[in-house]
Nanobody, 125 residues
Framework: QVQLVESGGGLVQAGASLRLSCAAS????????MAWFRQAPGKEREFVAS????????TYAEFVKGRFTISRDNAKNTVYLQMISLKPEDTAVYYC??????????????????WGQGTQVTVSS
């Protein structure tokens, strides 16, 4: 069993930056690919970014390339999402997800096994 707890969300103005964190329980964190998804009101959950077990490979949704950076610290059992140049359309609940085993480039939520409760990010114009 893996438990994921996100933090770092909040209300910011357009152009600001935020760093989201996702702390994972258990001793298998380094064996899991990790990802961030988001869900805006009235919309389906969508892929944001993913990272391989060792942090050496990443995948991004086209709409966040150059603005968001996913990283992980396996010693701290934590994955991060650094977000810069935030836009109002980035407003959503951001979820952390874990995929048991490898395969860092999965962009469908059905490929992930564990989910956090989400953290709200609101970007005002």
């Amino acid at each position: 069993q893996v438990q994921l707890v996100e933090s770092g969300g909040g209300l910011v103005q357009a152009g600001a930056s935020l760093r989201l964190s996702c702390a994972a329980s258990g001793r298998t964190f380094s064996r899991n690919a990790m990802a961030w998804f988001r869900q805006a009101p009235g919309k389906e959950r969508e892929f944001v970014a993913s990272i391989s077990r060792d942090g050496g490979s990443t995948t991004y949704a086209e709409f966040v390339k150059g603005r968001f950076t996913i990283s992980r610290d396996n010693a701290k059992n934590t994955v991060y999402l650094q977000m810069i140049s935030l836009k109002p359309e980035d407003t959503a609940v951001y979820y952390c997800a874990a995929r048991l085993g490898g395969g860092y480039n999965h962009i469908l939520d059905v490929h992930y096994d564990y989910w956090g409760q989400g953290t709200q990010v609101t970007v005002s114009s």
